[in-house]
């Protein structure tokens, strides 16, 4: 169980969770965990009637949006919602998902998912006493800044949800986090996955030598610098970057084409590299990055993205493991899964239900998460156990240190 020690303020409602039928499976785990943390916790007041319905077998709250046979929809609760502190969690980008529009079968896309969390929103009528979406993929991020006679359509959804009654939007490694701007009244938390990138790279690969000699970690393109530095700095490795050289003269598929990938940093003679981005779609920008990084004599490539959708299916990355260009590629569970994906020797999920369970459990107690954001301490802790040992442990506790 996680330290609660500040976790002593009255909630500021009754829980409630919501998890739309596109984030199910991530709702009810981190159900699973606070339920569990909350009947094992030790709280002097749990007794008193601030804490009624503190304890619970699940706090998930049943909703449905059920459709007509023209594809319209309606969003419906099956319970009151009143005064209760909500987070409703949903995947707009989860593509397994289909309904009937006139007897076809059509697949849900965002756009669909976006206007189902609206829908459960306005059922819940302004009845709650605080709502959180937790949307892992921000809708529309990849369309976050105008060029020319374009829409803006993240900020538009921002300030709609604000409009309807949202009050904090949680997200994880945004596009552009600067997107919020355009609501800078409201809570917005822009999370990064380093933490859990960094435990299950470690965790199931026993033979890395972390240091600058032997390991580098590469931004496939100048948008990822940050997040490659921050990466490179807690193992104190060096850092190269990639950035792309595009066809401004043509658009395909609402993009300018990549023409090359130009390396800019030191040697990747003998190294292990790193490739970190925010998410893999096709997949094929990354692949062209590792096949330069190992026509460079690169050891081994390891590819973590916060988001893997995959669009262009598995085989290319399947035959990608096979010629010895990929090593690993790790992605978090904050988005759907492919059921073939946990087949593949190549892959591995990095699990953020704890970290979401964790976060609405402080924020529930309307607790300080600034500790959370910042996960430096736990990272160092976790990157001395695997120099120690060679390994980590599920729930490594770095030793307490006397003060004099």
Avoid at 139 to 165: F, T
Avoid at 222 to 230: D, K, L, Q, S, V
Wanted: charged share 25%; with cysteine; net charge negative.
């Amino acid at each position: 169980m996680p330290d609660s020690s500040n976790l002593i303020n009255v909630p500021v409602g009754k829980l409630g969770i919501i998890p739309l039928q596109s984030s199910m499976q991530l709702g009810e785990k981190v159900d699973r965990y606070i339920a569990r943390w909350r009947n094992e916790r030790h709280n002097e007041h749990k007794d008193s009637i601030t804490f009624a319905g503190y304890e619970k077998d699940s706090y998930i709250l049943k909703s449905a949006c059920p459709r007509f046979g023209s594809g319209e929809a309606k969003g419906t609760l099956s319970e009151s919602v009143r005064g209760t502190d909500l987070y409703l969690l949903v995947d707009v980008v989860n593509h397994s998902i289909k309904y009937k529009i006139c007897g076809q079968e059509n697949m849900m896309s965002p756009d669909d998912h976006y206007a189902d969390l609206k829908r459960i929103i306005a059922a819940i009528g302004g009845k709650s006493n605080h709502i959180t979406v937790i949307m892992p993929f921000l809708y529309e991020s990849r369309q976050h800044k105008r060029s020319g006679r374009e829409s803006l359509d993240c900020a538009l959804a921002l300030q709609e949800l604000v409009s309807i009654g949202v009050d904090n939007i949680i997200t994880f490694d945004a596009h552009d986090p600067r997107v919020q701007n355009a609501i800078p009244r409201n809570g917005f938390e822009n999370i990064m996955p380093t933490y859990q990138f960094i435990k299950t790279l470690l965790k199931t690969t026993p033979d890395l030598t972390l240091d600058n000699d032997h390991m580098m970690v590469i931004s496939p393109d100048e948008g990822a610098m940050n997040r490659a530095i921050y990466f490179a700095n807690h193992l104190g490795v060096d850092v190269g970057m990639f950035y792309k050289r595009r066809d401004y003269s043509t658009i395909i598929d609402g993009k300018n084409p990549i023409v090359a990938h130009e390396f800019l940093g030191d040697s990747v003679d003998g190294k292990d590299v790193i490739i970190m981005d925010d998410m893999i779609a096709s997949g094929e920008s990354m692949l062209d990055v590792a096949r330069q990084l190992k026509s460079r004599n690169a050891r081994r490539v390891y590819c973590l993205a916060t988001f893997g959708l995959f669009t262009a299916g598995l085989e290319i990355f399947d035959k990608a493991y096979e010629e010895g260009t990929i090593e690993k590629i790790i992605t978090t569970n904050l988005t759907y899964q492919l059921p073939e994906l946990f087949d593949k020797p190549w892959y591995e999920s990095a699990d953020m239900s704890k970290y979401i369970a964790i976060l609405i459990d402080h924020l529930n107690h309307n607790a300080s998460i600034s500790k959370l954001l910042d996960q430096s301490e736990r990272i160092q802790a976790r990157i001395q156990e695997y120099k120690e040992h060679g390994t980590i442990s599920d729930n490594y506790q770095p030793p307490k240190v006397d003060e004099q």
